[in-house]
């Protein structure tokens, strides 16, 4: 990895230059191998009348034994020596070859757009298709030397466009070699500041996201938070454990009794509770099990990924056992204790036992527990829904709507100016454009700009954009001043910068002014309202828009206001296999794009309201056996006071007045926590939601509205029932 640093702070990618891998596998011991990989791409594959495309990328033959790729067919060692070969996945074999041995066969390769390399690739390998967590998927490998040949400005020290991957020694000292790694840059490059450092796979997935040049978590955030959750909910299991073994004393108490006559003492007593607490948990885990194997794929579905169960593998199976031995320790210590400490005598009398009000206090305080959880968690999954409803619909500064990205391939670059004349002339599109980057995603960046004023050491990263004429019209963005490009991609001296580059050049932020990049004096032509790009999250950064065509690799594509979607892209769909002959039509939605980059709020949505239902669902299971128990203990009482003319009303409203109050209680001890741990959760966004109150509203009445449901059953069955019957002597 590398740390880029500017006046903004540090950025860090994966980004280096190209002679990097060999530089440092001669020069730093401890790096015993090194390969560079291009970035994914998908390319045209033809062989015979088959035509798909395949995605893979460029990589030395070093890569194939780092990442240890198992082959079905060739030799791994050689596979990649010359420069035309290919290696293969599984599933691209049978795709184009069926069952057989395609080794020595050849493919036409390359879909004719920037950086592809077109020609013939002879097949030499064949690899078992990787696994689906796996960090890569490439369906094939070719020599990065061929990718280099061709695309020469990957090979000066300038350039950082390349991945680089390293093997260390077994005994090899990372921080040693990250300390000659620190300035090895500068070694090559005359005034160069940049850093580089070691990256460890481990990390590449869960611990990937870093601040100011530090690492800074990632996706191991997530299984933190929903292990906490799983805590939680197990958590209020076990109080419901506790609660109702300590309310149902009444009928161990001469079980107690009798086994202290016998000689029984309480640490036996203890180990016996603890040890049917224990039995159950287990019995409970064995239950767990077998739902997960059949829930597994539901949850799989709703999360995106291909987990699995290795239930015989040591790292589960204690996990099991350490979460039976604690659930069951846990959730039945208290009890264990609270009945081993009966007195024989007076249970053996018959004497009533009352409950301490410390066990009293304790059983409420955990009822609250409970159900201050379960509303935390509800206000949480509104919260989280809010704001991403809230980023959905912000202003982008262009319309994501009726708009289609198509990656440049064929003759569609060199033939533009035709596609674009035939799609509008179907009567569905309303313009088109091509760019270097889409307007999501603006990669290109850099610190070469400069203008009148401006700090010569200062160091900027300004993104850029290379597009057409049609660019502005097509995605609907808005000119605040100035002029567009002229039509004919004829404005190279003139570039239209945004809002926030306007800011950021203060006084000389203006039309007509003169920005200088190398050899090239540019004027500002027009002002563009600010877009969102890359952060969406974030607000508008700083950026110029070049005109032009010559590096683009997309086409963007509007189609008219309320025009039939399917009508409209079978009309595309036959220009451009007219236009573009050989080539699929492949497309995608921007506003798909768009929403994609949600994914992961949208989990945690949808996990922690699925959490959320659960704890209710488990704290309203423990509340339906204390009211259950309290309705049998005041049984009489419910009699005598229907017999005196309590309404079956009244007598509910007394039964469940206690555990109403309870999650009230609950209620105001859970808002302030939750509104904590999400106003901490909104700092990590620069466009946020605000926390409003009808959300505690929303959730406070949804947890009472639950409880007296819950409670109501029980209090009501207990009303109804025959004074004659609980009044009887025996």
Same mark, same amino acid.
């Given at each position: 990895?590398?740390n880029e640093?500017s ?10 230059p190209?002679?990097?891998a ?36 460029y990589?030395d033959?070093?890569?194939l034994s ?14 990649l ?9 599984e ?11 395609p ?24 690899y ?13 490998l ?38 000659? *790694?620190?300035? !090895?840059? /500068?070694?090559? &490059?005359?005034?160069a500041?940049?850093?580089?450092? =070691?990256?460890?796979? +481990? ?7 870093f ?15 929903f292990s ?12 419901n ?14 079980e ?22 224990m *039995?159950?948990? !287990?019995? /409970?885990i064995? &239950? ?7 829930? =597994?794929?539901f949850? +799989? ?15 589960h ?9 604690i659930?069951?320790?846990v ?23 009352k ?8 059983r409420?305080?955990l ?7 379960s509303?935390? *968690?509800?206000i ?9 409803q809230h ?10 709507n ?28 309303e313009?088109?454009?091509t ?31 290379v597009?057409?004429?049609?660019y ?7 000119l ?19 809002e926030?580059m ?5 006084e000389e ?6 920005i ?8 500002i ?7 969102i790009?890359?952060d ?5 950064a ?7 065509s010559?590096?683009a ?13 399917l ?35 949208t ?7 699925l959490?959320?239902m ?51 209680v ?5 808002f302030?926590?939750a ?11 620069t466009?946020r ?38 009044l009887r002597?025996?």
């Amino acid at each position: 990895m590398q740390n880029e640093k500017s006046d903004a702070g540090i950025n860090t990618n994966g980004s280096t230059p190209g002679p990097l891998a060999a530089a440092l596998k001669a020069d730093i011991p401890g790096i015993i191998n090194s390969g560079r990989l291009s970035w994914a791409m998908d390319e045209l594959i033809v062989s015979g009348e088959k035509a798909i495309k395949e995605n893979g990328m460029y990589a030395d033959p070093a890569v194939l034994s780092m990442y240890t790729l198992t082959f079905v067919y060739g030799d791994g060692t050689t596979a990649l020596n010359n420069p035309n070969d290919v290696v293969i996945s599984e599933t691209m074999s049978h795709k184009f070859f069926g069952n057989g041995n395609p080794v020595g066969k050849t493919i036409k390769m390359g879909a004719k757009g920037a950086y592809s390399v077109d020609g013939l690739y002879k097949i030499t390998g064949v690899y078992k298709d990787l696994p689906v967590n796996c960090y890569y998927h490439f369906q094939w490998l070719s020599p990065y030397t061929t990718w280099e040949n061709v695309n020469t400005w990957l090979k000066p020290w300038s350039n950082n466009l390349t991945e680089t991957i390293v093997e260390l020694s077994p005994t090899a000292d990372t921080a040693s070699i990250n300390k000659k *790694l620190k300035f !090895f840059l /500068a070694t090559k &490059v005359d005034k160069a500041i940049n850093q580089c450092f =070691l990256f460890s796979m +481990n990390d590449w997935h869960l611990r990937n996201n870093f601040v100011n040049g530090l690492q800074d978590g990632g996706s191991i955030k997530y299984v933190k938070l929903f292990s906490m959750i799983a805590i939680i909910v197990l958590l209020i299991a076990c109080i419901n454990f506790m609660n109702l073994s300590t309310a149902r004393s009444e009928q161990r108490g001469k079980e107690v009794g009798v086994l202290k006559v016998m000689g029984a003492n309480k640490a036996s007593l203890i180990g016996k509770f603890i040890s049917e607490s224990m *039995l159950m948990s !287990f019995i /409970a885990i064995m &239950v767990a099990v077998a739902l997960l194997y059949i829930l =597994l794929p539901f949850y +799989n579905n709703l999360v995106q990924k291909q987990l699995s169960v290795n239930l015989f593998s040591p790292a589960h199976l204690g996990g099991l056992l350490g979460i039976g031995l604690i659930a069951g320790i846990v959730a039945g210590l208290y009890p264990a204790f609270y009945l081993s400490s009966f007195n024989p005598i007076t249970v053996l009398k018959g004497i009533k036992i009352k409950s301490a009000v410390s066990v009293v206090f304790i059983r409420k305080g955990l009822v609250i527990i409970q159900f201050a959880s379960s509303v935390i *968690l509800i206000i949480s999954t509104i919260v989280v829904y809010k704001q991403v409803q809230h980023i959905k619909e912000r202003d982008l500064g262009y319309n994501k709507n009726n708009l289609i990205y198509l990656d440049l391939q064929g003759n569609m670059k060199d033939h533009f100016s035709t596609i674009k004349n035939s799609l509008m002339a179907t009567g569905y599109v309303e313009n088109a454009a091509t760019s270097l980057h889409d307007a999501l995603h603006v990669y290109s960046f850099g610190d070469g700009f400069s203008w009148q004023g401006k700090n010569p050491n200062a160091k900027l990263a300004i993104h850029s954009n290379v597009v057409s004429a049609e660019y502005v019209k097509t995605m609907h963005m808005q000119l605040v001043e100035g002029r567009d490009f002229y039509p004919g991609n004829v404005d190279s001296t003139n570039v239209i910068i945004n809002e926030s580059m306007a800011k950021l050049m203060g006084e000389e932020g203006k039309l007509g002014n003169i920005i200088t990049t190398g050899q090239h004096k540019l004027s500002i032509a027009g002002i563009i309202k600010d877009f969102i790009y890359n952060d969406i999250y974030g607000n508008g950064a700083p950026l110029i828009m070049f005109n032009g065509s010559y590096s683009a690799t997309v086409m963007a594509m509007r189609f008219k206001p309320n025009v039939n979607l399917l009508r409209a892209l079978e009309k595309t769909h036959d220009v451009m296999i007219r236009e573009n002959p050989g080539f699929p039509f492949e497309y995608r939605f921007a506003d798909k794009d768009f929403n994609d980059l949600f994914l992961s709020e949208t989990l945690i949505g949808n996990l922690a309201g699925l959490f959320a239902m659960l704890a209710i669902f488990i704290s309203c299971l423990g509340l339906f056996g204390l009211a259950a128990y309290t309705a049998e203990r005041r049984r009489k009482e419910i009699g005598i006071r229907k017999v005196l003319g309590a309404s079956v009303t009244a007598l509910t409203g007394l039964l469940a007045k206690e555990f109403l109050q309870l999650v009230t209680v609950s209620c105001v001890i859970a808002f302030p926590v939750a509104w904590w741990l999400m106003n901490n959760w909104l700092q990590n966004y620069t466009y946020r939601t605000t926390i409003q109150y009808w959300m505690f509203v929303i959730a406070g009445f949804a947890a009472l509205f639950i409880a007296l449901v819950t409670v109501s059953f029980q209090a009501i069955k207990a009303a109804m029932a025959n004074p004659v019957k609980t009044l009887r002597s025996e």
